[in-house]
């Protein structure tokens, strides 16, 4: 099935020329033989350090010693989906303009571009960087008329691995929205605006993921909490990987809510309200980040713990191996299940016990970050205790 989209570009900043204008040639001096292609188009540093540069074939990512190379590869299909080498400039704007004005200027608007469905795209926009607030987006018009501005996240992801080094950027106003409304009062917003979660208990926001292969990523939330610290519990694929502490920001920022575990094609990450208000901006998805701020996991009220008598657990927080001491004078089979916080069971362990004190040591790895119960198991006897995962 064929597509015809219309793509319009936007560059919401005061730039003086546009980047495929006339400019002065760069020469680097001890990279030019390590890049994948010595015509340099467009280069930029990330969050991490890393210059990312893109040439006539290929993408390169510097960390200050080594070269990481990205092409195209047919048989790959974790590469690039489309060989940079072939791109065309398809729209333009070389004049300063304010957030989602798609049409001040005539080169703004592409041609009709003809697109097979199923198949992947490699979409490029460069932005000069001058005086002023930055503002990049890009627009289409879908086959049926209707206008998307900016293209939602749920069309993209990055041209390398999804979720290995570059994150990719979900706007909290794009995503599904339930009995919340979107705001543009506060200052500094990433995309169009940004997500009210008051104090309703119905009010929650979710993201639907694209993922190219099942496996481990990072979650960090972008959001403001102007009214002091407040709590969200937080779903992956409708599962709870538990009840976070956001805390009081009058400005946006962001905070790591570490790993959490993405099955290949679709997934929907959900952030409901629990307690105090929140303006979400948007999650990223991938990526590392060592330096922000860890989010910490409230303790549900519902689970009694068992007393320091009956059993020692550490460490807790776990990252991978928990070790259980039981004290009790329990002589036989202890069954150990490790459930979710929705009751489902994600661990199964057999031991034996003396009468004395008897030390286990369970293998957590595989888990993703979150709250969970141990349950002991002992004849007609029944130990609980709380743990908290993580990585």
């Known amino acids: 099935m064929k597509m015809k989209l219309l793509t319009s570009l936007i560059w919401a900043v005061s730039i ?6 006339q400019k002065p040639k760069i020469t680097f001096q001890h990279l030019d033989k390590r890049l994948s292609q010595s015509t340099v188009n467009c280069f930029l540093q990330d969050s991490k350090g890393y210059l990312w ?5 290929g993408l390169n990512r510097y960390n200050g010693a080594d070269v990481e190379i990205y092409k195209n590869h047919p048989d790959d299909s974790t590469s690039l989906s489309y ?3 072939q ?3 398809i729209a333009y704007h070389n004049k ?4 989602g004005e798609y049409d001040k200027s005539a080169s703004q608007q592409s041609y009709e571009i003809a697109l097979v469905e199923g198949q992947k795209y490699y979409i490029e926009a460069l932005m000069k960087e001058n005086k002023g607030k930055d503002h990049l987006s890009v627009s289409w018009l879908m086959p049926d008329g209707t206008k998307e501005a900016p293209i939602s996240g749920i069309h993209l992801s990055p041209a390398n691995n999804p979720g290995a080094d570059v994150p990719v950027k979900y706007e909290a106003e794009l995503a599904n929205l339930s009995d919340v409304q979107v705001n543009t009062v506060l ?5 169009t605006g940004y997500v009210e979660l008051f104090t309703e208990s119905n009010h929650k926001v979710v993201f639907t993921v694209e993922n190219a292969k099942a496996g481990t990523h990072n979650l ?4 403001a909490a102007a009214g002091g610290d407040n709590t969200k519990e937080v779903l992956v694929n409708g599962i709870a990987i538990g009840i976070f502490n956001f805390y009081a920001s009058s400005a946006f920022t962001e905070i790591n809510l570490g790993n959490i575990d993405l099955n290949e094609g679709q997934n929907t990450i959900e952030i409901a309200q629990t307690s105090g208000d929140l303006q979400l901006d948007y999650i990223l998805v991938g990526g590392s980040y060592p330096n922000i701020r860890k989010a910490s996991l409230v303790l549900p009220e519902s689970v009694e713990p068992a007393t320091e008598s009956e059993i020692s657990m550490y460490p807790n927080p776990v990252k991978s191996t ?10 036989g089979k202890v069954g150990i299940r490790v459930l979710n916080l929705v009751g489902q069971e994600v661990k199964i362990f057999e031991m034996e016990k003396s009468q004395k004190a008897s030390r286990y040591q369970l293998d957590l790895k595989g888990l993703q970050n979150g709250i969970y119960i141990v349950e002991l198991n002992m004849g007609e006897n029944r130990i609980i205790n709380r743990v908290i995962v993580q990585q």
Do not use: A, R
């Open 187 to 191: 200052q500094d917003f990433s995309g």
């Open 220 to 223: 960090t939330v972008g959001y």
């Open 87 to 89: 791109k065309e400039l």
């Open 53 to 57: 540069i893109g040439t006539m074939n």
């Open 83 to 85: 060989n940079p080498m």
């Open 96 to 99: 300063s303009g304010k957030p």
């Open 16 to 21: 003086c020329h546009c980047v495929y204008s």
């Open 322 to 331: 928990l070790t259980l001491l039981l004290k009790n004078e329990w002589n």
